[in-house]
C-alpha cells in the first residue's frame, strides 16, 4: 500500500536514514491515510535516541525527552519524533514509571492501544503492520494489541479512546475489547477530569453520538456521567415521548449539528428529569421543572469536568430555556421571549428545539416542527428589522441619565431595564428623545429613586 507523506515528513525519514537510522510514520497519521482521511499530526518513530536525533538536526525542543520525545522544527512547523520504545511499569493507570529504548520497530508497535493505531510506513519498507491493524480497518472493529486487559490496565484512558474511535470511524468494538472495558471500567475514576473532558467531547461531536450507549453499556458512563446512566433507566410515560429518558437524549443529539455547546445541550437538557418526574392517576410521568433544574445540574456537572466558563454559561442556558415555547407566534411575544430567555440563547435555541422534538414520538410532531420553523422566522424578522432585544440595543445609556441629573447607583439600572421593557412592547419607542421625554415625565420613577 503507498501512502501520500507530506515532503516534511518525508524529509525527516530521509535524513534519520541517511545518518543510519530506521524512521517511520507512525500511529493516527497512517491510520487517518489507510482510511483516505486527512491526518492533523504526523507523528515519527525511529531507531535514533533522543540526542541522535538532536544531532542530526538543527532546530529540536526537547518535548518530552524522557520518554524519547523530541519536536523537529522544520520552517516553524513541529513534528515529534520518538526512539523506538518498551514502556515500564504503568503505576498511575496512565503514564508508565519509565521507558526502555529499544532498536526494534515491532517492540514499539506492540505497546499501543489499538491494531488501527500500530501501523507504520515509509516509502522504501511500505506498511509495517504486525498486528493486522489493516484487516481491523477493512472489518471496521477496535481491537486492543494483544491482551486488552494489558492494555487497559496500562492506560484506563484507552477504554473511552476505544469508544471515541468507534464514534468517529463508524467501527464496532471486538468483543474481548468490549468484556475487558466492562471488566475495567472502574479504573476510570483514576483518570484525571480534563482527559475525560477531552475524548467526551470528540466522542459527542463525532459523525456517531449514539455510542454514548456503549458508554453506558459498557459501564463507562456509571463513571464519568452517572447522570447519564440514570437517564439510560428513567422511564417516561407520556405521548409526546418514546423510549427512555437517555434513549430520547440519544436520538437528539444525532438530530443535532456537531457543535461542541449543542451536542453538550443535547446531552444534557433533560438530566434532570429523573428527580423531576411524577405520575399522575392515569400512569402518566410529568417533569415539571426540569429544564431549570437541569441547567443547574449541568453547571455542577460541567464544572466537575473542567469545562471552560463560556461553555458551562452557553450550555446551562440552553438547558434551561430549552422548553420555552411562546405563544401566541406573534412578534411582541417572541421579543419577550428573547428577553425572557438571553440574546445569546438564540439562534441557536431553535437547533436544540427541533432535535429535542425529532428525537420525541410521532405525536403532534409535525405540528411541533412547524411552530419551530414558525418561531424561527419570526426570529430573524425581528433582527432584520433590527428591533431592540437588549440593553446594549437601548437607545438610551446611563450616562445619558447620570446627565439628565440622576446619581449614579443601582436605580440607574432599573429605570433602563423599565425602559428596555417599554420597547420590547413597542420598538418604536426605542429613541432618545421619547424615552427621555419619559423618564423626565417620571413614568420610570421610583420612590427610592435618588435624583
Not at 503507498?2 to 534519520?16: D, G, H, T, Y
Not at 515491532?106 to 488501527?116: M, P, Q, S, Y
Not at 475524548?199 to 456517531?208: A, D, G, I, N, T
Amino acid at each position: 500500500m503507498k501512502i501520500r507523506l507530506p515532503e516534511k515528513v518525508s524529509a525527516i525519514i530521509r535524513e534519520l536514514k541517511n545518518a543510519g537510522y530506521d524512521a517511520y510514520a507512525v500511529g493516527g497519521c497512517v491510520r487517518d491515510s489507510v482510511l483516505g482521511r486527512t491526518p492533523q499530526d504526523w507523528d515519527i518513530t525511529t531507531s535514533a535516541r533522543p540526542q541522535q536525533v538532536k544531532e542530526v538536526f538543527g532546530h529540536t525542543i526537547d518535548t518530552g525527552i524522557q520518554h524519547g520525545t523530541v519536536t523537529v522544527m522544520l520552517e516553524h512547523e513541529g513534528f515529534e519524533v520518538t526512539t523506538y520504545r518498551i514502556d515500564g511499569e504503568y503505576e498511575d493507570a496512565r503514564h508508565p514509571k519509565n521507558v526502555e529504548f529499544t532498536s526494534e520497530l515491532r517492540e514499539d508497535l506492540k505497546r499501543r492501544d489499538f491494531t488501527i493505531n500500530a501501523m507504520a510506513y515509509n516509502d522504501e519498507a511500505g506498511l509495517v503492520d504486525a498486528f493486522d491493524g489493516l484487516e481491523d480497518i477493512r472489518r471496521g472493529v477496535i481491537r486492543c494489541v494483544g491482551n486488552p486487559e494489558d492494555r487497559f490496565t496500562e492506560d484506563a484512558l484507552r477504554m473511552l479512546r476505544a469508544v471515541r474511535f468507534a464514534a468517529q470511524l463508524g467501527f464496532g468494538i471486538e468483543e474481548n475489547t468490549r468484556k475487558a472495558i466492562v471488566k475495567l471500567a472502574p479504573n476510570l475514576k483514576r483518570i484525571s477530569a480534563e482527559r475525560i473532558q477531552a475524548e467526551l467531547v470528540k466522542l459527542l461531536v463525532s459523525p456517531h453520538p449514539e455510542e454514548m450507549l456503549a458508554v453506558y453499556d459498557t459501564g463507562i458512563a456509571d463513571v464519568i456521567l452517572p447522570e447519564f446512566s440514570r437517564m439510560m433507566e428513567c422511564q417516561q410515560n407520556h405521548p409526546h415521548h418514546r423510549g427512555t429518558v437517555g434513549e430520547h437524549t440519544v436520538w437528539s443529539l444525532q438530530a443535532v449539528p456537531p457543535v461542541k455547546a449543542l451536542r453538550l445541550a443535547m446531552l444534557l437538557h433533560d438530566v434532570a428529569k429523573p428527580l423531576c418526574r411524577t405520575e399522575d392517576s392515569r400512569g402518566i410521568h410529568h417533569f415539571h421543572g426540569h429544564p431549570v433544574k437541569g441547567a443547574e445540574m449541568s453547571r455542577q456537572i460541567l464544572r466537575r469536568l473542567k469545562f471552560d466558563n463560556d461553555t458551562i454559561r452557553r450550555v446551562c442556558l440552553l438547558v434551561k430555556c430549552h422548553d420555552d415555547r411562546p405563544y401566541p407566534l406573534t412578534e411582541k411575544v417572541v421579543r419577550r421571549a428573547i428577553l425572557r430567555n438571553g440574546e445569546e440563547a438564540y439562534p441557536d435555541l431553535f437547533e436544540v428545539s427541533r432535535a429535542d422534538i425529532l428525537g420525541q414520538s410521532d405525536y403532534m410532531k409535525k405540528e411541533k416542527l412547524k411552530y419551530v420553523d414558525e418561531y424561527r422566522r419570526i426570529y430573524e424578522e425581528i433582527c432584520r428589522k433590527r428591533q431592540c432585544l437588549s440593553l446594549k440595543d437601548l437607545a438610551v445609556t446611563g450616562s445619558d441619565l447620570i446627565s439628565a441629573g440622576m446619581k449614579p447607583g443601582r436605580e440607574i439600572g432599573d429605570v433602563l431595564q423599565k425602559m428596555l421593557n417599554d420597547v420590547i412592547e413597542d420598538p418604536e419607542a426605542n429613541r432618545k428623545d421619547i424615552l427621555m421625554e419619559r423618564f423626565g415625565q417620571g413614568r420610570y420613577r421610583q420612590t427610592d429613586c435618588t435624583y
